[in-house]
């Protein structure tokens, strides 16, 4: 993987994140929270400043944040779609609502468009089974997805804003 | 809330939510305000009504009715007709999917009927973000008991007396965990509530702390004072942000109220909550796993004994419950040990909340006294399998469970039964499949789910799990040979016997249910590369019946992929090599011209 360089807002940013836990080891989770929430991912980069500022191996940075699902390495896209593979879900289709969305975006699960506009992903029960198959573009939640209306969501997304009357379910 | 003559409840939960339910509430609000009846009536966002299969759902106090699949535009009609003339909306009640009948309101309603709510009793009656709705409620009437009249020995004696059991998965008795902490000497210890909830298709507790955090918050200051804890700590999924904003107003508003903090209602005890976030790892639901997690590390589970109630949270003595444990506590102190025993089967006492859902006309939350029979749950409450097919089997237990069939169909559930059926109560998922579902792929499923869930500190289960998902995805293309179901059944066992922790030791149940219930279907798989169920791709061909096709052109205007050709009034072709099988074609097919293979 290429290098990137911090940005020193980032690295600002990082800092004063780690600052608000007490640069405590035991905080390594609610920070990871913290920084992946204000900068969108943590790469390799961010993951070494965090471990220099609570004083603990890199290495164990890298094995809390590659151990829970929640953390990503990679950055989502501007529309992240998650496409809920809870067992209910599962029963009513989503496989192939998920592949419908693989084949429109050309991409696979964990994957960005080239363009960075959408990233692809499994959870695993948003908790709303009386609406599966459940998909969710962003915190949109849309329920009852059949494979047929796949190319419209993203149509929707596609032009850049959402038409916020658009709802399914 | 006596001024106001009538209430509307909607339903504010995460399901309804996503249908637009705070719209709902809004656009009464606004036309009340319009209509001058805002003194009159009160709008109130409450928590899930249980009944998420015709939500959104909107609930008019006092004379209960109820009303199905609420819009926004909807709320007009409701307020003109119902709360101005007092005339029922005929088009929103609820029709019984069975006789087609009307049913005005909640009480008559099936899947209702059966119900026991003790751990749901407030979710959909109360506003949770309100404090005060909860006590007039009976709330935080137990912890006065508890603190002002009765010993921490005493509570304990209850819960014990009461028979509850740990409602995670383990059943462990709940009485004989607090003991077992209480009695462990040390000058910091910790209570834990466990919303680690990673079952695919439970949401149990995400909806006991969104429509009713109090309980929880009031069972955890007892559970603090019977173990002699001054902290407790609330672990929860960082997905469930709804959740984790009512339980924040609601730790504020007690400790407003002073039911947290130091020397709680003048007792001289001094409790506080605080709230970790976990981060999506089903494993860190095994206590000493989500201890782990709690302290920063990666959430690996570590050996029993020393249990947490002896060594937990930082090397300190800690007691971890789960959040629908919790929620029955306040009620056996105060309804008495005895009244909650009398609920259930001989060894497994009260209720039991399901996540119902899968192929069953009506998915939703329901709680049941332990001891109501699979066909009870499956056919009054949930009521019958979706589009008139046959019940196959349902799965209790998650990933960790197993699949059951009809024959066990008038079983009552409790913990022991369903251990003894191959399956385990778990923490309340409930999927049900009919004819069209594969097992084998289901199987599968649920594998796939374990190979990326399984923290790989065992060699048995990370690579175990793994080869069990590799031999399953070979059966289902199609490639599998017979030696293929011995290789899965000796493996699952080698797995079960060898793994350290639950999830470990669980995750070939669905492997060993499956192929003990459904061998046949495995012996079509591998020896005629045959899938009855028809829903293995690899396995399956769609071809248009020539002499049925009446050249409709439906099933070519809904073919996503355009593998389908042919003109108006003529025969239909399926390209092959183009047929992505997602079976649209044979679903929008009016004259039964697609032949399934």
């Known amino acids: 993987m290429s290098r990137i360089k911090l940005s020193d807002s980032a690295v600002e940013t990082i800092k004063e994140v780690c600052m608000s836990f007490g640069n405590q080891e035991g905080e390594l989770i609610n920070v990871l929270h913290q920084v992946q929430d204000k900068l969108g991912y943590l790469p390799a980069e961010v993951q070494e400043l965090v471990a220099q500022e609570l004083n603990m191996s890199v290495a164990k940075v890298y094995g809390v944040v590659t151990f829970y699902s929640y953390f990503t390495m990679i950055p989502k896209g501007e529309f992240p ?89 | 809330m006596s001024e106001y003559n009538f209430q509307i409840l909607v339903c504010g939960g995460t399901g309804c939510k996503a249908s637009e339910s705070e719209e709902i509430r809004s656009s009464f609000v606004n036309l009340l305000n319009e209509y001058g009846l805002e003194e009159e009536v009160q709008v109130v966002l409450t928590d899930c009504f249980g009944f998420c299969e015709k939500g959104p759902i909107v609930k008019m106090m006092p004379d209960k009715t109820v009303y199905v699949r609420v819009k926004p535009s909807d709320a007009d009609e409701i307020i003109k007709e119902h709360i101005v003339k007092g005339n029922q909306v005929e088009r929103l009640l609820y029709r019984d999917p069975v006789t087609g009948t009307v049913v005005r309101d909640r009480q008559h309603m099936e899947f209702y009927k059966k119900q026991i709510r003790i751990a749901l009793r407030n979710c959909g009656f109360i506003n949770p973000e309100e404090i005060d709705e909860y006590i007039a409620h009976d709330g935080y009437m137990a912890l006065g008991t508890c603190l002002t009249e009765m010993k921490p020995m005493e509570v304990i004696e209850q819960i014990k007396k009461s028979g509850l059991r740990g409602r995670g998965g383990g059943g462990f008795p709940t009485g004989l965990k607090w003991e077992i902490t209480a009695k462990v000497p040390g000058d910091q210890k910790y209570v834990v509530c466990n919303v680690d909830e990673g079952d695919p298709g439970a949401f149990m507790d995400r909806s006991i702390l969104e429509g009713d955090p109090h309980t929880v918050i009031e069972a955890m200051i007892i559970n603090g004072y019977c173990t002699g804890a001054s902290k407790g700590l609330v672990y929860i999924r960082a997905e469930y942000p709804l959740a984790i904003s009512r339980l924040k107003i609601a730790l504020a508003q007690a400790r407003a109220y002073g039911l947290l903090g130091d020397d709680i209602l003048g007792s001289g005890f001094n409790f506080d909550i605080e709230i970790r976030y976990g981060a999506g790892a089903f494993v860190c639901g095994e206590e000493t796993a989500l201890i782990h997690s709690m302290e920063g590390c990666r959430g690996e589970p570590t050996f029993k004994p020393p249990f947490p109630s002896v060594s937990g949270y930082l090397g300190k003595p800690t007691n971890v419950n789960n959040v629908e444990t919790y929620a029955n506590i306040p009620v056996i102190i105060n309804k008495g040990a005895d009244w909650f025993a009398s609920i259930g089967t001989e060894k497994s006492k009260g209720t039991k909340v399901f996540a119902l859902a899968g192929k069953i006309n009506n998915v939703g939350l329901i709680e049941v006294p332990l001891g109501t029979t699979l066909r009870e749950v499956i056919y009054d409450i949930g009521g019958g399998i979706r589009g008139g097919k046959k019940f196959k089997a349902v799965q209790t237990g998650g990933p960790s469970g197993g699949m059951l069939t009809a024959e066990f169909l008038d079983t009552p559930i409790d913990y022991d039964n369903l251990l003894a059926a191959g399956s385990m109560m778990g923490s309340g998922g409930m999927i049900v499949m009919d004819e069209d579902d594969c097992m084998v792929a289901i199987a599968k499923f649920y594998l796939g789910f374990t190979v990326e869930e399984s923290c790989g500190k065992c060699a048995p289960c990370r690579i175990g799990n793994k080869r069990l998902h590799e031999i399953l995805e070979r059966i289902t293309d199609g490639k599998g040979e017979i030696q293929d179901l011995d290789r899965l059944f000796m493996l699952s066992n080698v797995i079960k016997d060898a793994s350290l922790c639950g999830l470990g030791q669980t995750s070939p149940n669905p492997v060993l249910s499956s192929l003990k219930y459904f061998r046949q279907e495995y012996e079509a798989h591998v020896k005629a590369s045959h899938c009855p169920a028809g829903q293995c791709k690899a396995l399956v061909r769609y071809e248009v019946i020539e002499d049925k096709c009446t050249g409709c052109t439906l099933c070519f205007r809904n073919c996503p992929v355009g593998a389908i050709t042919g003109e108006k009034r003529e025969v239909h072709f399926i390209d092959q090599s183009l047929c992505i099988k997602c079976g649209v074609c044979f679903e929008k097919c009016k004259f039964g011209a697609i032949l399934v293979s």
Do not use: N, W
Request: one cysteine or more; hydrophobic letters at 35%.
């Open chain 1, 81 to 169: 779609i998650s496409i809920c593979m809870g067992t209910a879900c599962y029963v009513r289709g989503a496989e192939q609502v998920l592949s419908e969305f693989k084949r429109q975006l050309k991409v696979e699960v964990g994957q960005t468009t080239p363009d960075g506009k959408f990233s692809l992903s499994c959870l695993r029960c948003v908790g709303t089974c009386g609406l599966s198959p459940v998909i969710m573009v962003g915190e949109k939640v849309y329920g009852r997805v059949s494979p047929q209306q796949v190319k419209q969501i993203i149509a929707e997304y596609q032009e850049g804003c959402p038409s916020h009357e658009a709802k399914s379910a």
